[in-house]
């Protein structure tokens, strides 16, 4: 560029050079024609220097708005100093709430269907430990992994529910609305995978469709025992050095898991000490005794053998009933072993089950008995024997797969109980956790704006440092919401860039409505109309902290 301007008094001398009457250049004794040549060549440095000032222009124009995101950025950081009184004002999320993806008129349900693990029982923390230690007991005595397994501890703060585990290349995922690994939320073992090492293994952080079929989606309660356990068994083969099929370690780890709840080992487990494991549940009563009252039909459909149903019914609401088996007395069906998700596709029939003898009757089932129990079955037969019809039925379940999505497809409302909710809710609810969410949309919108307004190439030393400057501090709020949650994974419901995660779409497919434990519908009437909000983007639990809290002080502290 400075050859070009070295040239440019040239051009101003040559502008006045004489010309003979004959038309011969007479300072350089050039023709006519080299002269049009060189006026030419005046012409194009004269658009070349106009090309420089444009650019210069530009440069300044884009200084300027590096400078003004710059002193946005210095202001926000003086305001992020203390929480906005604003902020601290913002309504809370009721933790016990009822969240509407569909609307549901609850004077139109006329039947409450129950699961019973997860739904109306509910257990303290000790109960994944001892599936943990039941499930690599078994992996060790029956499957013959290394005795060293023994000594592997369930470890609480490791997982979430609503992880995926890839078969095939044996790492554990969480993943976004859309299907994308979370940026941080890719471990093979107990090794949290890189942005690099997920593209080197995946091609990309989104996860196609040939890639899909190769996840399993860890969904209920029990998969936090399972998911531990994985990335576990995963940790060990990799630190002895020793190779095996990421395939087999699930199979082995599923199976061992199921052993231990189809054998009735995690159920002697529970009735043995059930003051470890269940939790006292009075208000449960109460709910179901308002609902009987009301007219409303009850029935219990679970997985579970009778004498585990019954045995923790009895122990969780002993307090409130005078008679142990009075709790039978509020169901209209009680319906166990029915083998779901299965139930709902099969045409399997119903077995009336003695509860003296242990034994199942070989005759027709046809009605339902309100003294009796039942076993097995189907959907298709229920429905035929019961009358009931789809819209006025709502099943409440855990498992949104088991649960949830054979009865939504029958035409049954659907009620997600998710125990995790009220505590991500209490969390999302701190003043703090909405302090760094507000700071993170902030940070985001000046990153977007200078990516906006600044080409890839024109990028300058000076973008270079604030764009360091904004994506560090950025990254600095999405790793504190996330460490409020869960040190690995972060939150059941969101990612940590505040987006639905792929558990969260789950419940938008297969649950109309989801909260923490079925009677938190105690705080509604009977008759309540449940109405989706019309104004979220997300999940209806979730709170946007707008940036605009900040913008009075932001601006206020401008120059």
Request: charged content about 25%; overall charge neutral; proline content about 4%.
């Amino acid at each position: 560029m400075a050859s070009f301007r070295r040239l440019l008094p040239l051009c101003s001398s040559l502008r006045g050079t004489r010309f003979s009457s004959s038309g011969v250049y007479e300072r350089f004794g050039a023709n006519v024609c080299g002269y049009s040549k060189f006026t030419s060549s005046v012409h194009t440095i004269s658009k070349f220097e106009e090309k420089i000032k444009r650019a210069e222009a530009d440069a300044s124009e884009d200084n300027d708005d590096i400078d003004n995101i710059r002193r946005e950025f210095d202001a926000a950081k003086r305001s992020f100093l203390e929480i906005p009184e604003a902020l601290k004002a913002m309504p809370k999320t009721n933790p016990e709430g009822i969240y509407v993806n569909r609307g549901l008129r609850l004077d139109l349900i006329q039947v409450y269907g129950f699961d019973y693990d997860f739904t109306l029982a509910h257990y303290s923390a000790n109960l994944q430990n001892l599936i943990y230690d039941l499930a690599k007991e078994h992996m060790v005595k029956e499957f013959k992994y290394p005795e060293v397994c023994m000594s592997f501890k369930y470890d609480p703060s490791f997982p979430i529910r609503g992880l995926y585990y890839d078969r095939e290349h044996g790492c554990l995922l969480k993943l976004d609305f859309f299907g994308s690994i979370e940026e941080e939320g890719c471990f093979y073992g107990r090794h949290q995978l890189s942005e690099e090492e997920i593209v080197e293994i995946y091609g990309t952080r989104h996860i196609g469709r040939d890639q899909a079929r190769r996840l399993v989606g860890l969904m209920d309660f029990f998969c936090f025992s399972e998911a531990c356990l994985i990335a576990d068994m995963v940790q060990y083969f990799v630190d002895a050095k020793l190779e095996f099929d990421a395939c087999y370690i699930y199979e082995d780890v599923n199976n061992a898991i199921q052993h231990v709840h189809h054998s009735g080992l995690m159920h002697r487990g529970i009735l043995s000490d059930p003051h470890r494991y269940l939790v006292k549940n009075g208000q449960l009563l109460q709910f179901l005794r308002i609902l009987k009252e009301k007219g409303k039909r009850l029935f219990l459909l679970t997985n579970s053998p009778y004498y585990f149903v019954d045995g923790g019914m009895q122990f969780m609401l002993e307090d409130s009933t005078g008679n142990s088996d009075s709790w039978k007395e509020l169901f209209d069906v009680v319906i166990a072993k029915a083998n779901k998700p299965g139930f709902y596709t099969s045409e399997h029939p119903f077995r009336c089950y003695d509860t003296e003898k242990d034994t199942l009757a070989f005759t027709k089932v046809d009605t339902f008995l309100k003294d009796k129990i039942y076993y097995h079955g189907s959907l298709k037969s229920f429905l035929q024997i019961t009358k009931w019809k789809g819209p006025e039925v709502i099943y409440f379940g855990d498992h949104l797969f088991s649960d949830l999505r054979g009865p939504s497809k029958a035409g049954w409302r659907t009620a997600a109980i998710i125990h995790e909710l009220e505590d991500e809710i209490r969390i999302q609810n701190e003043d703090r956790y909405r302090f760094e969410q507000a700071k993170f949309h902030i940070l985001q919108e000046l990153l977007g704006r200078l990516h906006a307004v600044i080409p890839s190439s024109k990028r300058s030393e000076a973008y270079k440092l604030l764009f360091g400057e904004l994506n560090e501090e950025r990254q600095k709020a999405r790793s504190m919401m996330k460490r409020m949650f869960n040190t690995s994974f972060g939150a059941t419901f969101l990612t940590d860039k505040g987006q639905e995660s792929a558990f969260a779409y789950h419940i938008h497919q297969y649950a109309d409505v989801y909260t923490s434990k079925p009677e938190n519908f105690l705080f509604y009437s009977p008759e309540t109309w449940l109405h989706a909000p019309c104004d979220i983007k997300i999940l209806p639990h979730h709170v946007k902290i707008p940036s605009s809290l900040f913008k009075t002080s932001r601006c206020s502290s401008m120059p």
